[in-house]
């Protein structure tokens, strides 16, 4: 292919895009919405931010101003923890307002994170928000495909393209030349895109995140020029192919409305159909069910642990549990909180399991939309995908268990075994050890875990490349001016 043959045609479909006044007010209309995202993006980041932080630091000085009591009470009393939004969030908003953002823990328990933006919203955020992301991913594809659906069809109408062949130009430098121009106008729009993206992590990223919010949005660029290839490639494919200008156009709005709607929603209803997970009653009645046959550390007269005790009697030679040199209340306590975060962790992972199943097909996908492999690099890099939220839930976890254990191990420690006397006062600890006890510090998934997580999509989006690559290849021997 010769380099200036390529560079004129890409240089004339880039140009006559811009000397229609119906794709300036289209391009127009895509740089305003994207602007606004930025700006209502970066506002929701710093308005969530500011207000997790001030209750998460009230939930701190509450804990710490707790006055000297039981430590089991203490247990019981409870922590309240927030998951922080990563810098990135506000280009793409992935599952942030469907994931839920504070979770309490407690002995024993294990809660749900509560608190979505969805729950305290209408309906209407059912048909998505305007986000950079969004608009990058759908918007401006669609514009693309009403510029390009006519490059090469129309050329075909008119007979310029039967003078273009007879003059020496080759199919693929007509095909690969269109493509360049489209491709040049989404990087222009893209180019925007990724100024704000940039000058938003500077901005309002905090100081510790801002180098992996800037390594992520400098990997969000290049994903995001693939995607476009892709995007500036399949009109021009599907203008070479049609024999009309009205039929490519009709072919690309329905290949827009297949990626956009029907594949997304097709595999999400075929995930849950082929892999279908519990309700959150089912799944806590289940757990519910294995605490029962496993034992009560509450009811002292349980089988299971009326059998601990009598071990832990026969071990230290003793009668009663007065005479033991720790608090075997809080041992038993301890006991019954590993076992009830055994269980709760297995049904768990198989919960997890169900839902990576039902990823892994909508994963699966990719590889027949390119729209969903983007979207789903995208919210990985940008700390809002699933995987980033598991990562939350499995921290929070961690956390309420060595809270729990920690209680524990005071009451085990510091509490007396011998029985209180009608007038004595209830067992406490100094008010020193909530202090002690380090506060919840969420930490994001590392980079590489993600992309590890989204394998399907990276190859998916290259091998969309290799395959129209072999496309034009294929239809430069096939195609005819005519």
Request: positive net charge; contains cysteine.
């Amino acid at each position: 292919m010769r380099m200036d043959v390529l560079k004129l045609f890409a240089k004339q479909t880039y140009l006559d895009a811009f000397k229609n006044k119906a794709i300036m007010v289209l391009l127009g209309t895509i740089v305003i919405l994207l602007v606004y995202a930025a700006f209502s993006g970066a506002a929701i980041y710093q308005q969530q931010t500011e207000s997790r932080q001030l209750y998460q630091k009230q939930v701190r000085e509450n804990w710490e101003k707790m006055p000297d009591k039981h430590p089991h009470r203490m247990a019981h009393y409870g922590y309240l923890v927030f998951r922080f939004k990563h810098p990135l969030s506000f280009f793409d908003f992935g599952m942030e307002s469907f994931t839920g953002n504070a979770v309490f823990l407690e002995a024993h328990r294990q809660n749900t994170v509560n608190f979505s933006e969805a729950g305290f919203s209408t309906g209407m955020l059912r048909f998505g928000e305007i986000s950079m992301s969004m608009i990058l991913q759908l918007l401006l594809p669609l514009v693309i495909f009403f510029i390009g659906f006519n490059t090469v069809a129309t050329d075909r109408e008119n007979g310029t393209l039967k003078i273009l062949l007879s003059q020496g130009v080759s199919w693929k430098e007509i095909l690969v030349g269109k493509a360049a121009g489209l491709l040049g106008i989404s990087l222009s729009i893209l180019a925007l895109a990724i100024l704000m993206l940039a000058v938003g992590c500077i901005s309002i990223s905090p100081e510790a995140l801002r180098a992996d919010a800037l390594g992520r949005a400098g990997w969000i660029s290049l994903f995001y020029i693939l995607y476009f290839v892709v995007i500036s490639v399949i009109p021009v494919l599907i203008s070479a192919a049609s024999k009309t200008a009205k039929v490519s156009l009709i072919s690309l709005v329905a290949i827009w409305l297949v990626y956009a709607v029907i594949f997304p929603r097709t595999s999400q209803a075929l995930g849950n159909l082929f892999y279908p997970s519990p309700s959150i009653a089912e799944f806590q009645a289940a757990i519910e069910r294995d605490l029962i046959r496993t034992g009560d550390s509450h009811n002292p007269d349980d089988p299971y642990y009326k059998a601990l005790k009598d071990s832990i009697l026969k071990v230290y030679k003793v009668s009663s549990v007065e005479e033991l040199p720790f608090n075997y209340s809080g041992f038993q306590m301890k006991e019954g909180e590993r076992i009830s975060a055994e269980l709760y962790n297995i049904h768990l992972e198989r919960l997890l399991q169900t839902y990576q199943r039902q990823n892994k097909l909508a994963r699966f996908s990719t590889f027949f939309n390119p729209i969903a492999a983007i979207r789903n690099i995208s919210m990985a890099l940008c700390g809002t995908d699933f995987n980033t939220y598991t990562g939350f839930q499995q921290q929070t976890e961690t956390y309420r268990y060595q809270l729990a254990q920690h209680m524990n191990e005071l009451q085990i420690k510091l509490i007396s075994n011998k029985k209180l006397g009608d007038h004595d006062k209830p067992y406490s600890i100094s008010r020193s050890h909530w202090k002690s006890f380090p506060d919840f510090k969420y930490k994001f998934t590392a980079l590489q875990v993600l992309m590890k997580g989204e394998a399907y999509s990276l190859v998916a989006l290259l091998s969309w490349i290799m395959l129209l690559g072999l496309l034009i290849k294929a239809l430069s021997k096939r195609l005819k001016a005519i």
